[in-house]
């Protein structure tokens, strides 16, 4: 079975622009460096969204050099009540530098130390995108995490980490693995959930998959100017349930980030 995210997609982005013609006018703002073209590429995306919800969307692009300052400067301008920054960060800039700038109460993608920890306290009032993006696909077609099996492999900052933390909140059992981890495929079989997120275009592949289970694929990878995740996908393979890339967890993850941004411009 495919699991699409457009109809979910399309809900939220549906409850958004209610809840911002209940509320008024939302300004928020996107940062990204100018290398980075595929964080420019997918603000644009979300920009597109934003209009179609109603909600003010400014798409920066600077120096590398200027990142910081222009998050200070987002920080204290009223204009903005919600702000994301394309990652990964130009060199010599860290996660720590910008989760210590970023006021964590415009953070629209829960990057800061403040909205990250409230995770760990089991506290998802502003929750990290792709995470919540993963999670709320299987949750709209009624999966019950309690007590399943679950292998996140991936353990960054952006997706592995608050995933994992999400997923515990949700009474998962939870296995991380990362580069350095033995034995994956093992891992996989014993799992009824996985969630890929390696950055490599067929990682899995659906004929290695033995037994019943669901593939979360977190993945992007661009290649001949196609999009396709880490899961190399058979219709043939029935034991297998699976988002698609591109239409899975991507268009849920734009559409959480500006029900974020309401949420955050409600709460001021
Ligand atoms: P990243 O920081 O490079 O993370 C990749 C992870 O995969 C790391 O934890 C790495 O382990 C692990 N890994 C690499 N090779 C592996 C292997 N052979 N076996 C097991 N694990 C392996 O990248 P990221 O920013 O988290 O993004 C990961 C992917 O998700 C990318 O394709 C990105 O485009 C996509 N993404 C999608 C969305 C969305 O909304 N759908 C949002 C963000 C990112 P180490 O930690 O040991 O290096």
Redesign the pocket.
Known sequence: MLLDGRPLSKEILERVKKGVAEYGKITMASVAYDEDLESIVYFNSIKKNAEKVGIDFTSLVIKGEDLLDTIRSLNEDPTYTAVIVG??FPKGITNEMVSAVLDPDKDADCLTFQNMGELFFGVEGVAP??AK?AIDILAYYNVDFKGKRTLV????V???RPLSQMLLNRDATVTV?????QN?DELIDESDIVFL????AGYLKSSSIKSKKIVVD????VKDGKVKG?FEADVKNSLVDYTPVPGG??VV?SAEILKNALELTKSR
Not at 177 to 181: I, L
């Open positions: 990652r990964p995108a792709t993006g492999i991936n353990r960054s952006t997706v592995g693995a990362h580069s350095k981890t994956v997120a390696v950055g490599r977190i993945g992007i990878n880490d967890v991507g993850t």
